[in-house]
């Protein structure tokens, strides 16, 4: 059984940082993609990056690029999303999600999408 459980949100002043960690289980680490996704109140579910855990090829949202940095630990089958630069548009739940790493595009800016399997996910909220 797929298990990922996500750590890190909190309350963050506008320009500060977070750093999110998922801890995954039950699938064999290397054979998948790892990333994040948040959705918003209101708004509908946004990819934010993805990580191809063999080689480590990451991926960003047009969004988060240049501040965001997603990473793993192969060795702890953990991925961590550090956030640098927040802005109060990045507040929403932030779920850890494992599966296929696959582009799209929504009103011309490019989305990395993963989410065969998700976590309960985590809230991060940034204040102005």
């Known amino acids: 059984e797929v298990q990922l459980v996500e750590s890190g949100g909190g309350l963050v002043q506008g320009g500060g940082s977070l750093r999110l960690s998922c801890a995954a289980s039950g699938f064999t680490f290397d054979d998948y993609a790892m990333g994040w996704f948040r959705q918003a109140p209101g708004k509908e579910r946004e990819g934010v990056s993805c990580?191809?855990?063999?080689?480590?090829?990451?991926y960003y949202a047009d969004s988060v690029k240049g501040r965001f940095t997603i990473s793993s630990d192969n060795a702890k089958n953990t991925v961590y999303l550090q956030m640098d630069s927040l802005k109060p548009e990045d507040t929403a739940v932030y779920y850890c999600?494992?599966?296929?790493?696959?582009?799209?595009?929504?009103?011309?800016?490019?989305?990395?999408?993963?989410?065969?399997?998700w976590g309960q996910g985590t809230q991060v909220t940034v204040s102005s």
């Open positions: 990580i191809i855990l063999r080689d480590g090829g990451t």
């Open positions: 999600a494992a599966g296929r790493c696959r582009g799209t595009y929504s009103s011309g800016s490019y989305y990395p999408v993963v989410d065969d399997y």
